[in-house]
């Protein structure tokens, strides 16, 4: 199924910014280097995803993972307890974080975790940098759970064959940025991680606040105001350009909407630091990852 010279291939594909389907215990992911913005950015496509919803970071052991994010108490617990297995956890970034902000989909906060299948932590050892790794299926689909899944609906560089998944189902997904919660229910059960931490886990719903990224209006506001649509900056303004319509900061001069999605986050928190009273963005176009990327800026430009 997956020889040593496979795995070699496998990962100088992802090293070179290419995109690698392989097995884990719950699902087949759909690797790239997660410290590539553009590698990251062809992973949006590939799926055809309507959103940036974030994605999670696939490390080899317990000290990639602390090198990337910042471990509370209860996620040092978890983390001992439960990796390698199907555990993803959410914590904040650390500042030095190597992970290209588009696979936080410009948050502050980092989805962790360790693989427990032998063909996953072979492939990451290899590569030697963080992965990030959706499912292996298109947005909206059904999640793979064998090889043939996966062949049936993306087409990457390679596809690592270990059979079927054993779990089958997502991994969970817990929350550490503040008290530990529940954000997706998955592989791992809840009551199993409330016995180790000795308490339950919030909701997700609880709180009076969103959880799940995508739906928080103003989650990925700068500290600048938005023009959307502009076609030029006006004074006080820093102009983030595409395509013809751009200066010093361009996210694509090319035109190119994969380019310009990987480009998205880092460029708002360059110019961002910058402070400006205000970043005038040029039109986006709406086809392919255009539809995620004006997505993200109308949430961005939205009154806070
Ligand atoms: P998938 O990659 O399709 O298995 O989905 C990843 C899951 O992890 C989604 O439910 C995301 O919303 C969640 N997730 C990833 N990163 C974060 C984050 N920084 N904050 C909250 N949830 C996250
Ligand atoms: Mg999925």
Not at 107 to 114: E, F, T
Not at 205 to 227: K, N
Not at 239 to 256: I, K, M, Q, R
Request: charged share 15%; net charge neutral.
């Amino acid at each position: 199924m997956t020889s040593a010279n496979d795995i070699a291939t496998a990962a100088a594909l992802i090293l070179a910014g290419g995109l690698v389907a392989f097995p884990t215990e719950t699902v087949y992911g759909l690797g790239a280097d997660a410290t590539q913005d553009h590698a990251v950015a062809k992973i949006y496509a590939a799926k055809g995803r309507p959103q940036f919803n974030p994605l999670i970071t696939h490390v080899v052991d317990v000290e990639a993972a602390f090198a990337l994010g910042k471990f509370s108490a209860d996620a040092l617990k978890l983390a001992a307890r439960f990796w390698p297995g199907p555990l993803t956890l959410v914590v904040p970034r650390r500042a030095d974080c190597p992970v290209s902000l588009l696979a936080s989909a410009g948050l502050p906060s980092l989805a962790l975790r360790v693989p427990a299948h032998p063909i996953a932590l072979e492939l990451l050892r290899a590569v030697g940098r963080p992965v990030v790794a959706p499912s292996a299926n298109p947005s909206g689909r059904i999640s793979p759970t064998t090889a043939a899944h996966v062949r049936a609906g993306l087409t990457p560089d390679m596809i690592l064959d270990g059979g079927a998944c054993a779990v089958g189902v997502e991994s969970t997904v817990v929350s550490l940025l503040d008290r530990p919660r529940l954000l997706r229910p998955g592989g791992l059960a809840r009551e199993t991680i409330e016995s180790a931490l000795g308490f339950a886990l919030e909701d997700a719903e609880t709180g009076g606040a969103l959880h799940s990224p995508g739906q928080l209006e103003s989650h990925y506001a700068p500290h600048a105001e938005m023009r959307l649509n502009a076609v030029q900056a006006e004074v006080g303004e820093v102009y983030l350009g595409f395509g013809a319509s751009g200066g010093a900061h361009n996210l694509s001069p090319s035109g190119d909407v994969v380019e310009a999605a990987a480009n998205l986050f880092r460029m708002l928190h360059e110019i961002d630091a910058l402070k400006p009273k205000c970043i005038a963005v040029a039109p986006i176009p709406h086809s392919g990852l255009g539809e995620a990327i004006n997505d993200r800026l109308k949430r961005a430009a939205a009154p806070r």
